[in-house]
T-cell receptor, first 114, second 119 residues
């Protein structure tokens, strides 16, 4: 799976948009971009994933650049409960059992401040 | 809807004892994953089952670790004998896959983990 690079930490004011960047310059054509987050003392929580088109769900939006070498997770109105470590993961789409592996890096510690 | 259920939530035991962690995946999911999380190594995949069959156990640290999935709604991870370096948070996750190797772009849903301390 392609390696990802994320800033170690970010701060955001409550109510403002949180934009979390991720670089994945070696991504392959059949690899998806996934975002998970882990709130302290809880299991990782799936947020969103995409291949090449921008995606939006009830939690967040995912913006993937045209060359697919980077992406941004957007939490439109951050709340204190969004304080967590956010992981960007690149993973093959199908066909290989090794693709089942989610490789979690260091992630970005997002702190939402009152 | 019930998520992935793990038990116990906390386990403290002495070195050398057998430890059994339990997991109930989300109903209808046919893939199950065991992960371990430590400060030093982060989150690591230990083993992956698809349709109750172990597919990838390359992450299992050594022979002291074993995992079973006797049916679609239950899995265990056993450590025997346990050692202090096994202390970690163990997570179980499940997902729905299909096809020959599975639609493995489907997201995994995690339980809240078992915090294991070996004294």
């Amino acid at each position: 799976d392609a390696k990802t690079t994320q800033p170690p930490s970010m701060d955001c004011a409550e109510g403002r948009a949180a934009n979390l960047p991720c670089n994945h310059s070696t991504i392959s054509g059949n690899e998806y971009v996934y975002w998970y987050r882990q709130i302290h003392s809880q299991g990782p929580q799936y947020i969103i994933h995409g291949l090449k088109n921008n995606e939006t769900n009830e939690m967040a939006s995912l913006i993937i650049t045209e060359d697919r070498k980077s992406s941004t997770l957007i939490l439109p109105h951050a709340t204190l409960r969004d304080t967590a470590v956010y992981y960007c993961i690149v993973r093959v789409a199908s066909g290989e059992t090794s693709g089942s592996r989610l490789t979690f890096g260091e992630g970005t510690q997002l702190t939402v401040n009152p | 809807d019930a998520g992935v259920i793990q038990s116990p939530r906390h386990e403290v035991t002495e070195m050398g004892q057998e430890v059994t962690l339990r997991c109930k995946p989300i109903s209808g999911h046919n893939s199950l994953f065991w992960y371990r999380q430590t400060m030093m190594r982060g989150l690591e995949l230990l083993i992956y089952f698809n349709n109750n069959v172990p597919i990838d156990d390359s992450g299992m640290p050594e022979d002291r670790f074993s995992a079973k999935m006797p049916n679609a709604s239950f899995s265990t991870l056993k450590i025997q004998p346990s050692e202090p370096r096994d202390s970690a948070v163990y997570f179980c996750a499940s997902s729905l896959t299909w096809g020959r190797w599975g639609g493995i772009n489907q997201p995994q849903h995690f339980g809240d983990g078992t915090r294991l301390s070996i004294l």
